[in-house]
């Protein structure tokens, strides 16, 4: 006697597999709503200029709060889609395109970088030169620069930046070390050159070296001719 199939078994087999497969694609769903997006894309793009030297903490909030939103749900994406408010999710995607700013960082710690490499190389060359002491003129020359580019001008603005760099690169980690899919080499390239945290080559560290190295040169060049005896 032929065994019969029972037609519930075959459905419960056959959705089985489909949440096998879904489940299986996971990691590209979260990939694709995030570093994959078009609202990323448009937050790191390169084509909307620098910081604005007025940028304020305020303007940076929404956006480091949209991507610890997005690095939160991580885990929910795909697997409990109940557990995530889908209107929420895209109010908070639609605010990462709102404006360039990711883009716009990169290219204000790129400029900043030179040009503070510039700076202390000059400082640097100026101090080996003048061991001992400077003329009258000379020191308050340096006092003009280091009043009215480096106090007044650079450093509000080297400050900004490093403020708002502090955050977003943050909370870009986040959602980074949320992503279950492993990544290409490209992106993991990019990533660990313009985006991470932590890498002693990548743009941030590089950066932190420079006004750390820059910082010393000003120091130097303060204690050793007493300029700010003019302030």
Known sequence: ????????????????????????????????????????????????????????KSEIQPIYEALLYLAEIGPSIGKEMEAVDILEMERNLHQLQKESIGGNLLRSIEQ????????????????????????????????????????KEIHPYLSATHQTGERIFYAVEQLYQQQPLK?????????????SLDNPDGLWQQFQETIRRHNTAWQEIVDSYNILVFK
């Open 1 to 56: 006697m032929e065994e019969e199939i029972n037609p519930d078994s075959a459905f419960i087999n056959k959705l089985d597999s489909i949440i096998i497969k879904k489940e299986a694609n996971l990691p590209l769903i979260y990939w694709n709503a995030t570093f994959a997006s078009p609202e990323f894309q448009k937050l790191f793009s390169l084509a909307g200029g620098s910081l604005s030297p007025s940028i304020t």
């Open 112 to 151: 900043l970088t030179f040009y503070l490499e510039q700076v202390t190389e000059q400082l640097e060359k100026f101090r080996e030169k003048h061991q001992e002491t400077i003329s009258e003129a000379q020191r308050t020359n340096l006092y003009r620069i280091f009043q009215n580019n480096y106090r």
């Open 183 to 195: 990544m290409s080499a490209v992106f993991t390239l990019y990533f660990q050159r313009q985006l």
